[in-house]
């Protein structure tokens, strides 16, 4: 079946350090790619996405590139800030019996310190 | 636009009390609703999904149910918690699509004891 592996962390950076997790996925179809944020107590957040190969997301300096062909989508920030301390998830939609099948990772922690 | 609201927000219950978690959406018609668990430090486990009114499916089996008795309205129940039952419970909605992302609500915490 389809999964998603990431490193688990924790990660701890300094600020304005640049940031690097990374994610690869398995799936028998041709999913779409996503990336949610956590913040303490909270839901996920869309961060970004893409949709086919080569696609990149990008959103509050976050970016992510579909790589079919080593089956992965990365996410990358240049400098980090304390405010994007949280867990992110690396995720992929793909088609099934109902519809629509997310399948999660099991979430990086990221901590940035001042 | 759309809203997804969860109630309640933390919830502490004795073991082998009853249990409703209740999740609704505004704002859209016809939504995929979806019931997540996150146990402490860990990923999301999808425990239910629903494509329409009076439609479940069950992810993996275990002490929770879970029913759908209005378009907008995902409700998960329980007769009686085990103490595994404590988690971060999330319910999500989405269109079906599979460039869609899905929404998420802000979760409900239970903690049993």
């Known amino acids: 079946g389809d999964s998603v592996t990431q490193m688990e962390g924790p990660v701890t950076l300094s600020e304005e350090a640049f940031l690097t997790i990374n994610c690869t996925y398995t799936?028998?179809?041709?999913?779409?790619l996503f990336w949610y944020v956590q913040y303490p107590g909270e839901g996920l957040q869309l961060l970004l996405k893409?949709?086919?190969?080569?696609d990149k997301g990008s959103n509050k300096g976050f970016e992510a590139t579909y790589r079919k062909e080593t089956t992965s989508f990365h996410l990358e920030k240049g400098s980090v800030q304390v405010s994007d301390s949280a867990v992110y998830f690396c995720a992929l939609s793909d088609s099934f019996s109902y519809g629509q099948n997310f399948v999660f990772g099991p979430g990086t922690r990221l901590s940035v310190l001042p | 636009s759309q809203t997804i609201h969860q109630w309640p927000a933390t919830l502490v219950q004795p073991v082998g009390s009853p249990l409703s978690l209740e999740c609704t959406v505004e704002g859209t018609s016809n939504p995929n609703l979806y019931w997540y668990r996150q146990a402490a430090g860990r990923g999301l486990q999808l425990l239910f999904y629903?494509?329409?009114?009076?439609?479940i499916s069950s992810e993996v089996p275990q002490n929770l149910s879970a029913s759908r008795p209005q378009d907008r309205q995902f409700i998960l129940s329980s007769k009686k918690l085990l103490l595994s039952d404590s988690g971060f419970y999330l319910c999500?909605?989405?269109?079906?699509?599979?460039?869609?992302?899905?929404?998420f609500g802000p979760g409900t915490r239970l903690t049993v004891l």
């Open positions: 893409a949709t086919k190969a080569d």
């Open positions: 799936a028998t179809g041709y999913p779409s």
């Open positions: 999500a909605w989405g269109t079906g699509l599979l460039t869609d992302t899905q929404y």
């Open positions: 629903s494509v329409g009114i009076g439609q």
